[in-house]
T-cell receptor, first 116, second 112 residues
Framework: DAGITQSPRHKVTETGTPVTLRCHQTENHRYMYWYRQDPGHGLRLIHYSYGVKDTDKGEVSDGYSVSRSKTEDFLLTLESATSSQTSVYFC???????????????FGSGTRLTVV | SQKIEQNSEALNIQEGKTATLTCNYTNYSPAYLQWYRQDPGRGPVFLLLIRENEKEKRKERLKVTFDTTLKQSLFHITASQPADSATYLCALDSYSNYQLIWGAGTKLIIKP
């Protein structure tokens, strides 16, 4: 999607290995999010960021860590991948004006991760 | 806890008719609610945002209503087309200003 890219698009990894997914935006938005999407579930928030080096946990953060050293990049790391982390991962960005969200999120195209 | 529900069964509509999708929520009074479209293998795409003080919002063939008494939002697509076939997600703001709570989505199928 315009303004936000995720890499890689697909990845197969072995159980126990660390994996890093990258999200890059060119919109200069303050807020960035990592979600996972699994059949039968809505999007579930893993971690989010509200500024450079400002991050917080979402509802399914166990086994994941994030870093945001620059406005444009938000990295998601699976510290030791497990089969339960096989999923589609989406990054999203958003912006607010004086704390009010005027528009919705812009999502990346997703990363399909398979842990074998 | 906050809960948001969308019809999990696919909705089949004849081309040209109006498709209506429902989003119900409990245990919360959101300040706004959003609707997204998601195609297979793609990320969700933002469609409309409606605030608690707005009863209705329109964008081309799309219309969203927000009934805070019923705790329900309806999403309408008029003059539906096969290209409207997709999964539609609703989301509402949570107690945290940075997060959204998402429904699991309803799959809409428009038949020619």
């Amino acid at each position: 999607d315009a303004g936000i890219t995720q890499s890689p698009r697909h990845k197969v990894t072995e159980t126990g290995t660390p994996v890093t997914l990258r999200c890059h935006q060119t919109e200069n938005h303050r807020y960035m999010y990592w979600y996972r999407q699994d059949p039968g579930h809505g999007l579930r928030l893993i971690h989010y960021s509200y500024g450079v080096k400002d991050t917080d946990k979402g509802e399914v953060s166990d086994g994941y860590s994030v870093s945001r050293s620059k406005t444009e990049d938000f990295l998601l790391t699976l510290e030791s991948a497990t089969s339960s982390q096989t999923s589609v991962y989406f990054c999203a960005i958003s912006e607010s004006l004086e704390g009010i969200f005027l528009y919705g999120y812009t999502f990346g195209s997703g990363t399909r991760l398979t842990v074998v | 806890s906050q809960k948001i529900e969308q019809n999990s069964e696919a909705l089949n509509i004849q081309e040209g008719k109006t498709a209506t999708l429902t989003c119900n929520y409990t245990n919360y009074s959101p300040a706004y609610l959003q609707w997204y479209r998601q195609d297979p293998g793609r990320g969700p795409v933002f469609l409309l945002l409606i605030r608690e003080n707005e009863k209705e919002k329109r964008k081309e063939r799309l219309k969203v209503t927000f009934d805070t008494t019923l705790k329900q939002s309806l999403f309408h697509i008029t003059a539906s087309q096969p290209a409207d076939s997709a999964t539609y997600l609703c989301a509402l703001d949570s107690y945290s200003n940075y997060q959204l709570i998402w429904g699991a989505g309803t799959k809409l199928i428009i038949k020619p």
